[in-house]
């Protein structure tokens, strides 16, 4: 019989799989690479996308800017009713479309004059670069135009929030200058509330 050690050693599995492990992973082993025109072709395509997506991005911007300032102005009118029912006293928020600023007013207890609320919506808020203010009157029911109210200091229109939860109707209408979109703030009666009001169209009156 065959002495085993005079056998010729076998390679087991193990051996094969490194060996074969070893040599896919080998520095030497060559990898695969983008040529410089791969490069290219990818920096042209990112630069077309970039370009495509950032007007319209721009344009989103512009559009929140118009929204956001339709939500504030109309937090601030809420803010004005709840503090005339409260405060038994009579509030005014001022617009002024000249300076596209608006701002709050209270009636002072002796009943003669308005002067500054004394709080953070005293201050005057400004519309967004590139967003104007215009004052319109809501017609009436009878269907004739509404008067505008009393000028305010300076000959600034205004909105009156009254104890009795009474407002004084009144359409203010935001316009984005640069793309002609057009959001309207409104109380369109004594009892409503304002509002942001849609259906709103570039050049309407």
């Given at each position: 019989m065959q002495n085993g050690a005079d056998a010729p050693p076998r390679r087991g599995r193990s051996?094969?799989?490194?060996?074969?492990?070893?040599?896919?992973?080998?520095p030497h082993s060559p990898r695969p690479a983008f040529t410089l025109l791969e490069l290219v072709l990818v920096m042209v395509i990112l630069t077309i996308a970039v370009a495509l997506i950032v007007p319209q991005m721009s344009v989103f911007g512009r559009g929140r800017r118009l929204g956001d300032c339709a939500t504030e102005l109309v937090a601030v009118?809420?803010?004005?009713?709840?503090?005339?029912?409260?405060?038994?006293?009579?509030?005014?928020?001022n617009v002024d479309p000249q300076q596209n600023r608006y701002w709050l007013t209270v009636q002072q207890p002796s009943g003669a004059d308005f002067a500054d609320t004394g709080d953070e919506f005293g201050r005057p808020f400004f519309a967004p670069e590139g967003v104007t203010l215009t004052w319109a009157v809501p017609p009436q029911p009878s269907g004739q135009s509404?008067?505008?109210?009393?000028?305010?200091?300076?000959?600034?229109?205004?909105?009156?929030?009254?104890?009795?939860?009474?407002?004084?109707?009144?359409?203010?209408?935001?316009?984005?200058?640069?793309?002609?979109?057009?959001?309207?703030?409104?109380?369109?009666?004594?009892?409503?509330?304002?509002?942001?009001?849609?259906?709103?169209?570039?050049?309407?009156?």
């Open positions: 051996s094969i799989r490194q060996s074969s492990f070893i040599i896919l992973h080998s009118a809420h803010y004005a009713r709840t503090k005339a029912i409260s405060d038994g006293l009579t509030y005014r928020l509404g008067q505008p109210s009393q000028p305010a200091q300076g000959d600034v229109p205004y909105a009156e929030f009254r104890p009795d939860g009474r407002t004084d109707p009144a359409v203010i209408r935001l316009t984005d200058t640069g793309t002609g979109s057009v959001m309207e703030v409104a109380c369109r009666s004594a009892t409503e509330m304002f509002r942001i009001t849609s259906g709103a169209r570039p050049g309407a009156r």
